[in-house]
């Protein structure tokens, strides 16, 4: 083995490390997310964005709510912060989602929701190609529970 070959060895040992760190900690930070819960009071009184009021009878039989976009140009990527209210007696679990179309992406987290407790959860609409008055749907999905709570997505694409 030459001498410089092993100077390199030696200097790619000491550097796999750090980047193996570095690697491991993108990671995480990106495949975590923050989980925000407030009460419910405290939403209403400041205006935090739209609230989902999840009842024992939408866990049990469905039902569905609107959230509105409003104006957007094309090609804009909007972001709402819906909020989550748990208004049953028990921790609600939102297990998985559905989307009518690929434009929207919901971020959340399948941690309890406590009782009287609302969770932020980013919606995104991504505008591209898209014109005119939209309509999309969002379908949650609580654990044990087989109804869905549609989220009904507006939004006029100018």
Request: glycine content about 6%; aromatic content about 6%; charged content about 25%.
């Amino acid at each position: 083995m030459t001498p410089m070959f092993r100077r390199a060895a030696k200097r790619s040992a000491a550097a796999l490390p750090i980047v193996l760190l570095l690697t491991v900690s993108a990671c995480i930070s990106h495949t975590t997310q923050r989980v925000e819960d407030r009460p419910i009071a405290e939403l209403a009184e400041n205006g935090k964005g739209p609230i989902i009021h999840v009842t024992d009878e939408m866990i049990e039989s469905g039902g569905s709510d609107t959230v509105r976009f409003g104006r957007l140009h094309s090609g804009e990527i909007a972001l709402l912060s819906l909020w989550l209210a748990n208004e049953t007696e028990h921790p609600i679990v939102l297990s998985d989602y559905r989307r009518s179309c690929g434009c929207t992406t919901l971020e959340f987290t399948a941690q309890p929701i406590p009782p009287n407790r609302a969770r932020r959860l980013p919606l995104t609409f991504d505008s591209r190609g898209e014109w005119g008055w939209q309509f999309k749907t969002v379908d949650l999905q609580f654990n044990g529970s087989e109804p869905v709570l549609r989220l009904c997505i507006e939004a006029e694409v100018e």
